[in-house]
Structures are given as structure tokens and as C-alpha cells.
Nanobody, 114 residues
Framework: QVQLVESGGGLVQAGGSLSLSCTASGRIFNINDMGWYRQAPGNQRELVARITRAGNTNLADSAKGRFTISRDNAKNTVYLQMNSLKPEDTAVYYC????????WGQGTQVTVSS
């Protein structure tokens, strides 16, 4: 089993910044991809950004130029730096990790006010 604990999130005005972090524990000897997804009310969960163990990244078009994903393999932690936030970024953000199967964090709310 793998446990993912997220931190960060909260309320910010449009144009502001927030940072999210997610630390994995448990059977974490071989974490492959880690990343962030988000789900707004009435919408499906969607990819925001993901990063491989080697550091290769994949960002959604909506995140490019504004969000940065990074990872510390020694700490089993993935980070998401979100800048120039928009009201449409409002959602619950979920940490994701793949270790033989997909694992999810409990989610953290990000609210961007206009």
C-alpha cells in the first residue's frame, strides 16, 4: 500500500500563487509517475501535471506557462507551484502516484476568487 498526504491549497485571489506538495509513504521503493489531477464541480477529473522518476514532465495545456511540477525522489515528494492563478483553476486537486497501480491522495481544495 502507498499513502499520499497532500498539503497546501487554500483561497487566493486571481493572479496569485499557491504551492501544493504531496509526500508518499508505505511501499514506496519504486514510485514511477507522480502528478496532480484536479476536479471541479460537475466536471471529470483531469490531468494537471505529471512527472516521471527521471524528471520528465507533462503539463496540461491550461497549466503550461503558469504551473511548475517538480519532484524530490529522496523525500518521495512531488510539488506543484501554481502562478497566475485564474478562477477557472478552482477545483479539488488530487495527488497521484503509480506504484504497480494508481494511488490517490485525499484531495486539497484550491479556490481562486475573481
Amino acid at each position: 500500500q502507498v499513502q499520499l498526504v497532500e498539503s497546501g491549497g487554500g483561497l487566493v485571489q486571481a493572479g496569485g500563487s499557491l504551492s501544493l506538495s504531496c509526500t508518499a509513504s508505505g511501499r514506496i521503493f519504486n514510485i514511477n509517475d507522480m502528478g496532480w489531477y484536479r476536479q471541479a464541480p460537475g466536471n471529470q477529473r483531469e490531468l494537471v501535471a505529471r512527472i516521471t522518476r527521471a524528471g520528465n514532465t507533462n503539463l496540461a495545456d491550461s497549466a503550461k506557462g503558469r504551473f511548475t511540477i517538480s519532484r524530490d525522489n529522496a523525500k518521495n515528494t512531488v510539488y506543484l507551484q501554481m502562478n497566475s492563478l485564474k478562477p477557472e483553476d478552482t477545483a479539488v486537486y488530487y495527488c497521484h502516484a503509480y506504484v504497480e497501480r494508481a494511488y490517490w491522495g485525499q484531495g486539497t481544495q484550491v479556490t481562486v476568487s475573481s
